[in-house]
């Protein structure tokens, strides 16, 4: 809608609204009737839609025999009449953008770090963006030893070994990744450590091939909530820790060591991932993979229509297993 008009992106989020607007109004493939309907039990009328980005002509409640007796108009406003006329075309004119006068304040989270070689950088004080930020903020402990303890987790699982730089090849890189869980009250609970691979730097064919990997449809999960509010079952929600280090990896994938943990003596190797960690193209794919071979061994049976939902009857007890990247429902 945007793209055939000549509209400022200030009204972008207008044209979002008008979508939603016109597709609560007309029928789909996926329910008989519209979703309006459906809402308030009457069917809805569209002979007052325009074509979006249409010309605007607002009367002139006073105007001279030499004026104007109108203005165009696009942005969407209030005018002091009903005197309005549309044309379904999409030349329109600018109109001043009006402009907030409220006073605006640098965010409180925000302050002034000096690094030990007198660099002053930004830093968010609730999660670093870099690792010179992690180990400069006030709580670079804590995050050192989730740095370490995700480095135990990559070393427990093998994800790779160092080898010498093979000829011709240029490994990728890596970087941490830093994260804060709260509780609900916002109480910080865990300080997390990520090593992520940059797989924006892989080329096709020859680091990695497919990528993708599916993920739960919204309206299973929104059926299976429905079930379990219905029938008041038990309901479980899991989170799978460092998921994507379960699979090995079937292609020939090269980083570079983790920054402040290369290996002493060996800061000329590289690293070869046998398993697929964060960031790789196919990370989520092989996890997908790995969850769906494992699971079955359990006894679930894969869903035909949405491929990220099993069941499992066993007696009288039956489970559903939905399953979201590396969230599970069950």
Not at 162 to 191: A, H
Not at 262 to 272: L, M, R
């Amino acid at each position: 809608m945007m793209s055939h008009t000549d509209l400022p992106t200030s009204l972008w989020g207008y044209a979002l609204e008008t979508t939603a607007f016109t597709l609560n109004r007309v029928p789909s493939k996926s329910v008989q009737k519209m979703p309006h309907e459906m809402w308030t039990g009457k069917r809805p009328s569209i002979f007052f839609m325009k074509v979006w980005g249409c010309k605007a002509y607002v009367k002139h409640q006073m105007s001279t025999k030499l004026e104007p007796k109108s203005h165009k108009c696009h942005e969407p406003k209030v005018e002091q009449t009903s005197q309005v006329v549309e044309e379904n075309s999409t030349n329109l004119e600018t109109q001043p953008l009006r402009r907030s006068t409220r006073e605006r304040h640098e965010p409180k989270r925000y302050g002034f770090l000096v690094t030990t070689h007198g660099d002053v950088i930004l830093v968010d004080q609730d999660e670093p963006k870099t690792y010179q930020e992690a180990v400069s903020s006030p709580d670079s402990e804590k995050w050192l030893e989730a740095m370490r303890s995700e480095m135990d987790s990559m070393s427990e699982n093998q994800v790779w070994t160092l080898v010498e730089p093979p000829e011709g090849i240029k490994p990728i890189g890596c970087k941490w990744v830093f994260k804060k869980k709260t509780d609900m009250d916002g109480n910080v609970q865990t300080y997390k450590g990520r090593l992520v691979a940059k797989g924006f730097r892989q080329i096709h064919g020859i680091d990695y091939d497919e990528s993708f990997s599916p993920v739960a449809m919204f309206k299973s999960i929104r059926i299976l909530l429905a079930i379990v509010a219905f029938h008041d079952y038990e309901i479980w929600q899991m989170d799978v820790k460092t998921a994507f280090l379960n699979r090995k990896l079937e292609e020939d994938v090269y980083m570079t060591q983790p920054e402040r943990f290369i290996t002493p003596g060996n800061a000329t190797k590289v690293c070869k991932l046998q398993r697929s960690i964060y960031g790789l193209k196919q990370a989520s794919r092989s996890w997908n993979l790995r969850f769906n071979d494992a699971i079955k061994e359990f006894g679930f049976i894969r869903n035909e229509d949405d491929p990220c939902v099993y069941k499992k009857a066993s007696w009288s007890i039956i489970s559903f297993l939905i399953l979201y990247v590396d969230d599970i429902v069950k």
